[in-house]
Protein backbone atom coordinates (compact mmCIF):
# COMPACT_ATOMS: atom_id res chain seq x y z
CA UNK A 1 0.00 0.00 0.00
CA UNK A 2 0.80 3.78 -0.03
CA UNK A 3 0.58 7.63 1.53
CA UNK A 4 0.18 11.02 0.50
CA UNK A 5 1.19 14.68 0.11
CA UNK A 6 -0.23 17.31 2.82
CA UNK A 7 -0.50 21.63 2.33
CA UNK A 8 0.97 22.97 5.51
CA UNK A 9 -1.94 25.60 6.58
CA UNK A 10 -1.72 28.31 8.89
CA UNK A 11 -4.65 30.33 10.12
CA UNK A 12 -5.36 33.61 9.44
CA UNK A 13 -5.25 36.55 11.85
CA UNK A 14 -8.09 37.86 13.72
CA UNK A 15 -7.97 41.82 14.62
CA UNK A 16 -8.72 42.42 17.56
CA UNK A 17 -9.64 45.75 19.55
CA UNK A 18 -6.27 47.68 21.06
CA UNK A 19 -6.23 47.93 24.69
CA UNK A 20 -5.14 50.93 26.28
CA UNK A 21 -4.16 51.57 30.29
CA UNK A 22 -4.52 55.36 31.46
CA UNK A 23 -2.49 55.57 34.73
CA UNK A 24 -3.35 58.33 36.64
CA UNK A 25 -2.35 59.76 40.03
CA UNK A 26 -5.40 59.38 42.14
CA UNK A 27 -6.13 55.12 41.86
CA UNK A 28 -9.63 56.02 42.42
CA UNK A 29 -10.50 57.40 38.78
CA UNK A 30 -7.23 55.44 37.71
CA UNK A 31 -8.94 54.11 34.10
CA UNK A 32 -8.33 50.68 32.76
CA UNK A 33 -9.87 48.89 29.92
CA UNK A 34 -10.77 51.33 28.02
CA UNK A 35 -11.08 50.26 24.28
CA UNK A 36 -9.92 51.79 20.97
CA UNK A 37 -12.41 49.92 19.18
CA UNK A 38 -15.10 52.25 20.79
CA UNK A 39 -14.08 55.63 20.10
CA UNK A 40 -17.24 57.46 21.13
CA UNK A 41 -16.81 55.83 24.81
CA UNK A 42 -12.50 56.22 25.27
CA UNK A 43 -13.30 60.24 24.63
CA UNK A 44 -15.52 60.39 26.89
CA UNK A 45 -13.52 58.96 29.19
CA UNK A 46 -10.33 60.85 28.22
CA UNK A 47 -11.99 64.00 28.31
CA UNK A 48 -13.63 63.24 32.31
CA UNK A 49 -10.10 62.06 33.18
CA UNK A 50 -8.49 65.54 31.83
CA UNK A 51 -11.17 67.21 34.17
CA UNK A 52 -9.81 65.43 36.97
CA UNK A 53 -7.20 67.77 38.18
CA UNK A 54 -8.01 67.70 42.04
CA UNK A 55 -8.40 64.42 44.15
CA UNK A 56 -10.94 63.23 41.76
CA UNK A 57 -13.26 66.42 41.89
CA UNK A 58 -14.10 68.33 38.95
CA UNK A 59 -12.53 71.88 38.95
CA UNK A 60 -14.74 74.15 36.90
CA UNK A 61 -18.11 73.74 34.79
CA UNK A 62 -20.08 71.01 34.40
CA UNK A 63 -18.70 67.18 34.10
CA UNK A 64 -19.38 65.14 31.33
CA UNK A 65 -21.72 62.91 33.79
CA UNK A 66 -23.78 66.31 34.03
CA UNK A 67 -24.17 67.38 30.78
CA UNK A 68 -25.26 63.83 29.63
CA UNK A 69 -27.96 63.91 32.41
CA UNK A 70 -26.19 60.64 34.05
CA UNK A 71 -27.07 60.02 37.94
CA UNK A 72 -24.85 60.73 40.82
CA UNK A 73 -24.16 59.02 43.83
CA UNK A 74 -26.35 59.97 46.65
CA UNK A 75 -23.46 61.87 48.40
CA UNK A 76 -23.39 63.68 45.22
CA UNK A 77 -20.48 62.61 43.56
CA UNK A 78 -20.44 61.20 40.44
CA UNK A 79 -19.62 57.27 39.80
CA UNK A 80 -15.92 57.13 38.05
CA UNK A 81 -17.12 56.51 33.84
CA UNK A 82 -13.69 54.60 34.17
CA UNK A 83 -15.65 51.83 35.68
CA UNK A 84 -18.80 52.34 33.74
CA UNK A 85 -16.90 51.42 30.65
CA UNK A 86 -14.94 48.52 32.39
CA UNK A 87 -15.06 45.35 30.42
CA UNK A 88 -13.55 42.13 30.29
CA UNK A 89 -12.10 41.06 26.92
CA UNK A 90 -10.27 37.30 26.36
CA UNK A 91 -6.56 37.53 25.51
CA UNK A 92 -5.24 35.64 23.16
CA UNK A 93 -2.19 33.55 23.79
CA UNK A 94 0.85 33.98 21.49
CA UNK A 95 3.36 31.79 21.20
CA UNK A 96 6.47 32.21 22.54
CA UNK A 97 9.24 33.06 20.06
CA UNK A 98 11.67 30.71 19.15
CA UNK A 99 9.01 27.55 20.02
CA UNK A 100 7.21 25.74 18.23
CA UNK A 101 3.11 26.92 17.08
CA UNK A 102 1.55 23.98 17.88
CA UNK A 103 2.18 20.90 20.05
CA UNK A 104 1.53 17.42 18.58
CA UNK A 105 -2.28 16.77 17.69
CA UNK A 106 -3.56 13.30 18.18
CA UNK A 107 -6.12 12.21 16.45
CA UNK A 108 -8.36 9.08 15.22
CA UNK A 109 -10.45 7.59 12.18
CA UNK A 110 -11.71 4.70 10.76
CA UNK A 111 -11.43 3.78 7.43
CA UNK A 112 -13.11 1.48 4.86
CA UNK A 113 -10.53 -0.04 2.60
CA UNK A 114 -13.38 -2.07 0.46
CA UNK A 115 -11.57 -3.93 -2.43
CA UNK A 116 -9.26 -0.51 -3.30
CA UNK A 117 -5.30 -0.66 -1.95
CA UNK A 118 -5.05 1.64 0.49
CA UNK A 119 -2.84 3.79 -1.49
CA UNK A 120 -0.16 4.66 1.54
CA UNK A 121 3.64 4.77 1.29
CA UNK A 122 5.60 4.84 4.03
CA UNK A 123 8.41 5.22 5.24
CA UNK A 124 9.40 2.25 7.91
CA UNK A 125 13.30 3.29 8.81
CA UNK A 126 12.23 6.27 11.24
CA UNK A 127 11.85 5.93 14.36
CA UNK A 128 8.18 6.26 13.93
CA UNK A 129 6.25 4.80 10.67
CA UNK A 130 5.50 7.91 9.00
CA UNK A 131 3.46 8.60 5.58
CA UNK A 132 5.41 9.37 3.02
CA UNK A 133 2.84 10.38 0.01
CA UNK A 134 -0.47 8.94 -0.93
CA UNK A 135 -1.13 7.21 -4.01
CA UNK A 136 -4.89 6.84 -4.48
CA UNK A 137 -6.64 4.09 -3.00
CA UNK A 138 -8.57 4.29 0.13
CA UNK A 139 -6.93 6.64 1.46
CA UNK A 140 -7.35 9.48 -1.67
CA UNK A 141 -10.95 8.41 -1.61
CA UNK A 142 -11.27 9.35 2.40
CA UNK A 143 -9.25 12.45 2.25
CA UNK A 144 -11.37 13.89 -0.47
CA UNK A 145 -15.11 13.26 1.32
CA UNK A 146 -13.67 15.10 4.11
CA UNK A 147 -12.70 18.16 2.07
CA UNK A 148 -15.81 18.07 0.64
CA UNK A 149 -17.16 18.83 3.92
CA UNK A 150 -14.69 20.74 5.46
CA UNK A 151 -12.42 18.92 7.19
CA UNK A 152 -9.55 18.92 5.69
CA UNK A 153 -7.36 18.89 8.78
CA UNK A 154 -8.69 15.41 9.37
CA UNK A 155 -7.35 14.26 5.82
CA UNK A 156 -4.37 11.80 6.72
CA UNK A 157 -1.21 13.88 5.00
CA UNK A 158 2.51 13.47 4.61
CA UNK A 159 4.31 13.18 7.52
CA UNK A 160 1.97 12.26 9.63
CA UNK A 161 3.36 9.68 12.12
CA UNK A 162 0.73 6.35 12.48
CA UNK A 163 0.73 5.22 16.66
CA UNK A 164 -1.88 2.50 16.80
CA UNK A 165 -4.18 0.10 14.48
CA UNK A 166 -6.78 -1.73 15.31
CA UNK A 167 -5.32 -1.70 18.79
CA UNK A 168 -2.19 -2.38 17.59
CA UNK A 169 1.05 -0.75 18.65
CA UNK A 170 4.26 -2.77 17.62
CA UNK A 171 5.38 -1.97 14.26
CA UNK A 172 5.06 -5.50 12.76
CA UNK A 173 2.02 -5.60 14.05
CA UNK A 174 0.52 -2.63 12.54
CA UNK A 175 2.07 -3.19 9.30
CA UNK A 176 -0.08 -6.80 8.94
CA UNK A 177 -3.39 -4.55 10.18
CA UNK A 178 -2.28 -2.18 7.25
CA UNK A 179 -2.09 -5.18 4.44
CA UNK A 180 -4.87 -7.29 5.44
CA UNK A 181 -7.73 -5.81 7.49
CA UNK A 182 -10.67 -4.35 5.44
CA UNK A 183 -11.84 -1.61 8.54
CA UNK A 184 -8.76 0.27 9.75
CA UNK A 185 -9.06 2.05 13.14
CA UNK A 186 -6.26 4.29 13.10
CA UNK A 187 -4.70 6.50 15.97
CA UNK A 188 -2.62 9.50 14.10
CA UNK A 189 0.06 11.58 15.38
CA UNK A 190 0.90 14.88 13.42
CA UNK A 191 3.39 17.55 14.98
CA UNK A 192 4.17 21.01 13.46
CA UNK A 193 6.95 21.63 11.19
CA UNK A 194 9.56 24.63 12.88
CA UNK A 195 12.01 26.11 11.21
CA UNK A 196 15.29 27.59 11.98
CA UNK A 197 18.32 29.10 10.68
CA UNK A 198 22.15 27.52 11.62
CA UNK A 199 25.21 29.45 10.10
CA UNK A 200 28.52 27.58 9.48
CA UNK A 201 31.55 29.15 9.89
CA UNK A 202 34.17 28.59 6.62
CA UNK A 203 35.70 24.74 6.94
CA UNK A 204 33.08 24.24 9.69
CA UNK A 205 31.12 21.57 9.63
CA UNK A 206 27.51 20.77 10.60
CA UNK A 207 28.17 18.61 13.06
CA UNK A 208 25.28 16.13 12.48
CA UNK A 209 24.77 12.09 11.55
CA UNK A 210 22.71 12.60 8.79
CA UNK A 211 20.74 9.22 7.28
CA UNK A 212 17.98 8.39 4.70
CA UNK A 213 16.77 5.35 2.92
CA UNK A 214 17.00 5.12 -0.62
CA UNK A 215 13.02 5.88 -1.23
CA UNK A 216 12.78 8.36 1.97
CA UNK A 217 11.66 11.96 1.46
CA UNK A 218 13.55 13.34 4.68
CA UNK A 219 17.05 13.49 6.20
CA UNK A 220 16.67 11.67 10.12
CA UNK A 221 19.42 12.98 12.85
CA UNK A 222 21.11 10.43 14.08
CA UNK A 223 23.51 11.84 16.25
CA UNK A 224 25.27 15.55 17.07
CA UNK A 225 29.21 16.23 17.27
CA UNK A 226 31.33 19.45 17.59
CA UNK A 227 29.66 21.85 14.68
CA UNK A 228 27.36 24.46 13.58
CA UNK A 229 24.79 22.34 15.07
CA UNK A 230 25.94 22.69 18.78
CA UNK A 231 26.76 26.18 18.49
CA UNK A 232 23.40 26.96 17.08
CA UNK A 233 21.86 24.63 19.92
CA UNK A 234 23.28 26.47 22.52
CA UNK A 235 21.98 29.77 21.61
CA UNK A 236 17.65 28.80 21.52
CA UNK A 237 15.21 27.37 23.61
CA UNK A 238 14.29 23.84 23.64
CA UNK A 239 11.60 23.79 21.54
CA UNK A 240 14.19 24.78 18.63
CA UNK A 241 16.95 22.63 19.43
CA UNK A 242 18.32 20.45 17.02
CA UNK A 243 17.73 16.87 18.50
CA UNK A 244 18.58 13.39 17.53
CA UNK A 245 15.88 11.28 15.96
CA UNK A 246 14.28 14.81 14.54
CA UNK A 247 13.51 14.62 10.72
CA UNK A 248 15.15 17.54 8.13
CA UNK A 249 12.19 17.56 5.33
CA UNK A 250 13.88 20.99 3.91
CA UNK A 251 17.23 22.26 3.22
CA UNK A 252 17.16 25.82 1.76
CA UNK A 253 13.78 25.08 -0.08
CA UNK A 254 15.45 22.08 -1.09
CA UNK A 255 12.44 18.79 -0.57
CA UNK A 256 12.16 14.78 -1.02
CA UNK A 257 15.66 14.42 -2.50
CA UNK A 258 18.01 13.34 0.78
CA UNK A 259 20.82 13.30 -1.25
CA UNK A 260 20.64 16.75 -3.28
CA UNK A 261 19.73 18.02 0.69
CA UNK A 262 22.50 16.62 2.18
CA UNK A 263 24.62 18.32 -0.82
CA UNK A 264 23.24 21.73 0.47
CA UNK A 265 24.21 20.93 3.81
CA UNK A 266 28.16 20.25 2.52
CA UNK A 267 28.18 23.38 0.58
CA UNK A 268 26.66 26.52 2.29
CA UNK A 269 27.32 28.57 5.09
CA UNK A 270 23.84 29.81 5.70
CA UNK A 271 21.32 26.55 6.02
CA UNK A 272 17.51 27.36 6.24
CA UNK A 273 16.31 23.93 7.97
CA UNK A 274 12.42 23.13 8.43
CA UNK A 275 12.38 19.69 11.10
CA UNK A 276 9.95 17.75 12.50
CA UNK A 277 10.11 16.18 15.62
CA UNK A 278 8.54 12.37 16.15
CA UNK A 279 6.66 11.38 18.78
Not at 36 to 65: C, K, N, Q, Y
Not at 160 to 183: H, P, R, Y
Not at 216 to 222: A, F, G, I, Q, T
Not at 254 to 263: F, H, K, L, S, Y
Request: proline share 5%; glycine share 8%; hydrophobic share 40%.
Amino acid sequence: GAVGGAIWCCGTNELEPQELTLVSEEPLFALEHVFASEPVLAAAALADAADRSDGGFVSGGASAAEEAGEPKREDGHEEPRGRQIEREEPRREQPALGRERAGPRIFELTLARGDETLGLQLDLKLSAITVKSIEGGAVARHNAKLALEGEEASCIQKYDFILCVNGQVAKEAILKELETASILKLRLCRRAPFHITVRKQVGQHLGTSLCYESQSVCLRVKELHDGAAKDYNASVPLAQKIQPQDLIISVNGVMDQPARMIEVVKTNTQLELVLIRPP
